[in-house]
């Protein structure tokens, strides 16, 4: 089993920075595949960012250049540092665990390939 836990979330000006983390105290693979999904209000879920067991990344066109994704191995805690921000990265932001690695396989960010989803944590974004 994988428990996953999401911190660092908050309130922040459009322009501001937040990192969050997320620990994963259960195990992980050695070919892991982890990510963030976001959700806000009446929108679709869309995935953020990825990072597999390389530290081979993935990210959402509207993140580029602006979001990173970060995890040094199985046993560290993941990262998405976030910076720029905008009013419309308001949302809930979910970390999201493969301990055995295939979601990282596709070409876009899959939802349903993830196994471990943690509680979510709010990001705020005012203009």
């Known amino acids: 089993q994988v428990h996953l836990v999401e911190s660092g979330g908050g309130s922040v000006q459009a322009g501001g920075s937040l990192r969050l983390s997320c620990e994963a105290p259960?195990?992980?693979?050695?070919?892991?595949?982890m990510a963030w999904f976001r959700q806000a209000p009446g929108k679709e879920r869309e995935g953020v960012a990825r990072?597999?067991?390389?530290?081979?990344?993935t990210y959402a066109d509207s993140v580029k250049g602006r979001f990173t994704i970060s995890k040094a191995n199985a046993k560290t805690p993941l990262y998405l540092q976030m910076n720029s921000l905008k009013p419309e990265d308001t949302a809930m932001y979910y970390c999201?665990?493969?301990?055995?690695?295939?979601?990282?396989?596709?070409?876009?960010?899959?939802?349903?390939?993830?196994?471990?989803w943690g509680q979510g944590t709010q990001v705020t974004v005012s203009s």
């Open positions: 999201v665990a493969d301990p055995v690695g295939g979601a990282c396989a596709s070409q876009t960010l899959v939802a349903s390939y993830f196994n471990y």
């Open positions: 259960g195990y992980l693979g050695s070919y892991f595949c």
């Open positions: 990072i597999d067991s390389d530290g081979v990344t």
